[in-house]
């Protein structure tokens, strides 16, 4: 991919540098990226499905390792192989659904081969499914006909399509499927703000008091939407020490017209008794439902559960995660500077002071993010509606494939 790789250089640079700020612009960007990676690819003869799949892997694999603190570049890479995977199924269904039609219209092809089953779309639509999703003892008990009657339709497909001479056309064919599809996870990526904000009016109520940690543009929409139709609250921020997010988004909630009261971090338990819900936004969505999300935020989690205060978590899809946090590639957190939270000119006299063994006697620790498990959470809200904690494993199986979790580009030696 020579005309692709000065462009893959300049976005592993950016993540290296943090030059791209937020999940949804990472996401974004990265989709785009993906694109043309695609678009650029070169189709064999053979094999085209994996080999579009491998390249994507060698690039997923750069991107995620310049910023593994930031899951939404795995999440799209995911996606995209597993759109991959969806066009090549859809396409070989394609390909023996027109073999069928062709042998049901030819009396002769159909006396010399009553062996070969005739597949239907609903028995083809029904192994698509099956080899995208999650393996479990039903589906591999339905699958073994099928799979079996699929491998023996799709080698003859093969021996046709090696004698029609078309393999170039399907090949333009995947490639140009791909490309549409990931155009349409940007554009889902675009929307989403947009999805979630217009489910506002059916969670927040007249005269209710809300409650939210630091500044999440998702929550900021969301509230938005609601003043826009009418509903008269009153919001809650948390500053979000030590960054103080929560400062920018009361200024915003303010010119919207919004009420809007500003608490320290540590008055959140003094206040939740007098708040109806908790909306705040998340970095991630795990697998088993559990959310990364800015520091400080479990604590507000364990105010909310509690008081039994709802804790809503807003977030577009290209935060969820089919990875668990005890997997050995999340990587939870990361350490910011210490100087958000001490003045160095202040502190220097305490800096100079030492043990024997040089180990300073002063240590900061500026973590930036949070872990608050599922059954912490009462509800999810993204682009595709409301789900509990526990659904949150079938959404993230429609989105990924079970062996895409670990993206590394396969050897070429094998």
Not at 37 to 64: K, W
Not at 300 to 305: D, E, G, T
Request: proline share 4%; charged share 20%.
């Amino acid at each position: 991919m020579p005309d692709v790789q000065p462009l893959v250089s300049e976005f592993v640079l950016k993540l290296k540098r943090r030059k791209v700020e937020g999940s949804h612009a990472v996401a974004r960007q990265t989709a785009e990226l993906l694109r043309s990676v695609v678009s650029q690819h070169r189709m064999g003869s053979t094999n085209q499905a994996a080999a579009l799949a491998d390249a994507v892997r060698g690039v997923g694999e750069q991107l995620i390792a310049a910023n593994p603190i930031e899951l939404a570049v795995g999440n799209i890479v995911r996606r995209v192989l597993h759109i991959i995977k969806e066009e090549d199924i859809s396409s070989t269904a394609v390909g023996i659904e027109g073999l069928s039609v062709t042998a049901e219209s030819d009396d002769e092809y159909d006396s010399g081969n009553d062996d070969h089953p005739t597949l239907s779309a609903a028995v083809l639509a029904a192994h698509a499914r099956n080899a995208l999703r999650a393996p479990s003892l039903q589906t591999l008990l339905e699958d073994i006909p099928v799979s079996t009657a699929l491998s023996r339709s799709a080698s003859s497909a093969g021996d046709s399509d090696g004698k029609s001479g078309d393999k170039s056309s399907k090949s333009r064919k995947l490639k140009h499927d791909v490309i549409a599809a990931i155009g349409d996870l940007i554009d889902e990526i675009d929307t989403c703000y947009d999805q979630i904000s217009e489910q506002a009016v059916e969670h927040i109520h007249q005269n209710e008091v809300i409650l939210t940690l630091g500044r999440s543009r998702t929550v900021k929409e969301f509230l938005y939407a609601a003043k826009e139709k009418k509903r008269s609250f009153r919001v809650f921020v948390a500053e979000g020490a030590p960054r103080y997010k929560g400062h920018v988004l009361a200024k915003e909630l303010v010119e919207k017209g919004v009420q809007t009261t500003v608490i320290t971090d540590s008055a959140v338990f003094a206040m939740i008794s007098r708040v109806n819900m908790v909306i705040v936004g998340a970095h991630a969505i795990m697998a088993n439902g559990g959310v990364i999300a800015p520091v400080g935020m479990n604590m507000v989690a364990l105010a909310a559960q509690r008081h039994a205060v709802p804790f809503v978590v807003v977030a577009g899809s290209h935060k969820l995660c089919p990875l668990y946090p005890h997997n050995p590639e999340v990587l939870l957190n990361e350490l910011k500077s210490p100087s958000d939270l001490l003045d160095f000119g202040e502190f220097s006299s305490c800096m100079n002071f030492s043990t024997q063994d040089g180990t300073p006697l002063l240590n900061v620790v500026n973590p930036t993010f949070d872990y608050v498990p599922p059954k912490l959470v009462s509800l999810f809200i993204t682009d595709t509606g409301g789900h509990s904690p526990s659904y949150m494993y079938r959404l993230i199986a429609e989105y990924y494939s079970a062996d895409d979790l670990v993206v590394r580009r396969k050897s070429t030696s094998s």
